[in-house]
């Protein structure tokens, strides 16, 4: 009974990869675009680092670069992620914790270029696109300033499946 | 992690003769740091999930899009069956002719009299503008501005301004040839579709047409939108000012009978009450003398669908374009014997004469692709007698096309459904030449218009929109080769960023209707060329309320659209669901494990969508991973109580084919009084059921009809039965919140219908995909 269960599980999770690659094979081919591996990875409810993503890319590439995904290749590696549970996500509350982290006079909100200079210089900077959508989304217009613990009850609202 | 450890790890190590006080600070740093990361990998972990469901929301719509573009395929089949099959069964032809008389103009009549402006008076508290001819740009400038201003221009202006223009489309060849040196840039604007906001939007980033800034508009003006009319008086107005520089190409949506089914018959039979109908037959006129393309310093073609692998462009410059006057109606055969002094060579096709001119008007049949039995027989049959002729379904009648595709052969659907006949009345080898020829320019036409450039090579018809083809990269090459061009400029597909290249960059979509799904849907642009022709884009996005939306209200409205448009589909077919489900459960306990939904989900709709990902959006109460799929139907919609007690085969019938209903009822209701009589429902209902072998009973039909008539006066308000079918989320309801929405302040704008209101008649018509035209 159990053995059936792990069985079914093993295959829930593969017609879950199976689905989120689908959604960005756009030429119905059993491959997507490289760049969007990264989307697909998070889309599954991980959390890798650029670090790590660019790890899980090398190892699932085609021996020459060329530029897309298989399928194939995609499958086994994405199953041991899930599977073993890695990259996994950062609880709630840490994510709550960085923000209070860098609002250093716990003022319960964060200046935009404050904010914007730590994501865009440190650790796995922030391109200038991102950082603009990220404050679109966070900013308070009329008081121009990030309430922190809004954004992260939005940022954390949608389970991921 | 990444760097940011690795940076807090060197600091961390060392130490400073201050000792205590600098390593907590340096630890501030390190925490900082790892703050940073952590925020960044959580933020583009959501931007990913985001993502996504952007992409299915917007392969929601674009599925149900295509879905529906078969509805066309339902009427076009429809008519043609009604054409065959009426016989003098005196309720029948009354109906029959009503709907046929729409489309053909008074033969007694001449032409100029009857689209004579003159005698309109035009009161004297009128403010809007009054035109005189020849027009100037300054009265151009001012329609614009009168428009914006959402005046409506009088129907005595309206008339001449048509009759004008129809005078210079008259002279205009079937393809535009343009060139750069004259006006350096040339603007190149896709599909309108009503949405005057967006037209307005491009003048006022690209300055309006003028000697020195030349436009393209490439067809779909009207349907959809609400602001058709404005919109074509507009390019009308310009076309007329600046002859030269303004050039018009007709899109698919330029066609009368595609305009009852979206909406821009309605829009102008509700804008102008008295002279609608003669605005609707001039522009009926209007729309089959566009010109087809239009060509760039002889190296770009700008055309609304696409090509195949059989245009030519010497054979299309040389059709007689107006003969073509519906893709939905194929062209007419000229009956020798029938040749009537006309004062107009263009009347010709109207003054058919013969008392056999519909049947003969009809080659083949358009419901299936075998040829017909013997003609004769045809006059003898009774609705009743049609069972073994109307032998399939719509669904079953494209998977056999979809089969036949498979063999390639090209143009097969409307075009080529007319030559599969082998049957044709009596005629010399010499009118069979000419009638190939007409089908052969028929379908150089409906390619032109109504094509989709596709990823593989090669060229299938298009069976979704029943019309066109799928061209693949490799005729793109060869068709570039051929006519020594280097780019085709085309649209009648949106694009969520207003365009998009494909065939490796030879082929160029561009879309100008923003927002045309649901507000935040995608972005409109246009495209410049100078002499150099590079493309150079501007996109836009109308509506205020999208710029200050966030990415993320603007996903969740769209998504929340998306989502109430596939739960229509769901609705429309219930009983075949039901069906699939209770495959999947043997033992009828009621229940289904959610794999196993989505299978039937998939098997039953046809539709290519992530079913998996919906399933959070669709379902949301299971029991251990099993779901109760006979509360999930009563949860998922609510029906008018009224119709409770009819048969759920009836009503889903019904809800599946109420836009062909629906524009029948239009058509029928030749005063536009937004009424139709029992009698005639009854009537017309019996035929879309006769014709679609549904084996519902007289007393079934009485007893809907019964239901509908809610003030019992023996006539149907249209608007009123369309919009019984407009679903209400029982959930929503229930809750008092949306089950997409987590906030309710999330929403910028005016309340949806469907959100935080006890239920009440909806009365947003425009909203929405599906809503009624």
Known sequence: MAEERALAGVSEVQKKIRSAFDVFDHEQNQTVDVREIGTIIRSLGRFPTEAELHDVIAEIEEEEPAGFIRFEKFLPTMSRILMENKLRPVPEDLLLQAFEVLDQQKKGHLDPEELSRYLTQEGDPFSQEEMEEMLSAALDPEKNLIFYRDFVSMMTADEPW | MGCGVTKGGEFHKRYDKDGNIISVRISAVTKAIRAAVLIQRWYRQYVARMELRRRYTWNIFQSIEYAGQQDQIKLYNFLGYLVDNFTPSSNERNLISHIFRENEVCRDIEWERFFDYRHIEVPDIYSGPRLTFPLNADQAADLVEAFRSKQQLHSRYVLQLLGETWKLLRVLPNINRISTCHSKEITICGDLHGQLEDLLLIFYKNGMPSMEK??????????????????????????????????????????????????FTKEVLGKYKMHGKRILKLLQKIFSWLPLATVIDQKVLIVHGGISDTTDLALVARVDRHKYVSSLRPPKRRISHSVRASVDSDMDEDLVGSKYSILNRRRASLTYARPFPARESFQHRSLQDFSSTVARTMEEELEIRRRQAAMTRPGYSMSCRNLNTSMLSPSSSDSLDAFENVQNEWKQILDLLWSDPMIPDGCVPNEVRGGGCYWGPNVTEEFLNKHSMQLIIRSHECKQD????????KVLTIFSASNYYEVGSNRGAFVRLGPDLVPY??????????????????????????????REQ???????????????????????????WGSAMSQVLHLDLPWRMLRSQL?????????????WFRNLAIKEKSYEHIEQTLLDTLYKHRSTLETIFRIVDTDNSGFISFEDFRQTWKLLNAYLKMEISEESIN????????NKDGNIDIDEFMESFRLV????????????????EEYDGPQDETT???PQTPTNKEGGFLAPP
């Open chain 2, 498 to 505: 207003g365009y998009e290249f494909c065939h490796n960059r």
């Open chain 2, 729 to 744: 989320d029982k959930n929503m309801l229930e809750r008092g919140k949306s089950l997409f929405m987590r906030r309710s």
């Open chain 2, 570 to 596: 769901l609705f429309a077919h219930k009983s075949d669901l039901m069906s699939a489900f209770q495959q999947h459960d043997k033992e009828n306990t009621g229940l289904i494990s959610l794999s196993d």
């Open chain 2, 214 to 263: 030349a436009y393209v508009f490439n067809g779909d003006f009207v349907d959809r939108g609400k602001d058709s009319i404005e919109i074509l008086l507009i390019l009308f107005a310009f076309l007329l000012v600046y002859p030269g520089e303004v050039h018009l190409n007709r899109g698919n949506h330029e066609d009368h009978i595609i305009n009852l089914r979206y909406g």
């Open chain 2, 619 to 631: 379902i949301t109460t299971t029991t251990d991973d099993m779901l109760d799929y006979h509360n």
């Open chain 2, 537 to 566: 884009f501007i996109q836009y996005q109308a509506n205020s309320m999208t710029r200050e939306m966030s990415v993320r209200q603007s996903l969740r409205r769209t998504e929340h659209s998306a989502l109430k448009v596939l």
């Open chain 2, 703 to 710: 007893d809907l009809v019964v239901s509908i008539d809610t």
């Open chain 2, 756 to 758: 935080n209101q006890p």
